[in-house]
């Protein structure tokens, strides 16, 4: 069983993701090793030309990571991490879509798929993490 019971419980917690929950990010589902991300995009989440910022991306798919880890085993911090940009958004919501893909007993490594609401898929990020209690 995870550290969080409930949906409440997951946002409560992350609430104190301060950078992440500022910037507009929201936890919306959670599992036991599976977790989903959003943001609404807006003008702050834009660059220069008037894309979105590549931070934007990594910060959810960052976010989702760290909801399916310390879900997984609290409290844990990234390892390692990576990121590929696959499509420009085209939408105005991106999702994060968070999934333990390997759970060992000091690290697990956790895929997040990052997509917008047109369906477009965005970004694939990938991470390890330490298990800091172990």
Known sequence: MGTFKTLDEVREHFRNDRFAT???????????NYC?????LTERHKNAYGG???????????????VVANNIHC?????????NYLSAPKGT??????EC???????????VKVSDDTGR???LFV???FKLNA
């Open 127 to 129: 991470g390890s993490v």
């Open 75 to 83: 409290l844990s911090v990234a390892q390692q991490v990576s990121i």
């Open 121 to 123: 898929d965005v970004a």
């Open 52 to 66: 979105v910022m590549g931070g934007v991306i990594f910060t959810l798919a960052d976010f989702a990571l760290a």
């Open 36 to 40: 989903r991300c959003s943001v609404r």
């Open 101 to 111: 893909i390997k759970n060992g007993r000091t690290t697990s490594t956790i895929q």
């Open 22 to 32: 500022e910037n507009g990010m929201e936890v919306d589902e959670f599992g036991e």
């Open 93 to 98: 919501v991106l999702y994060a879509d968070a």
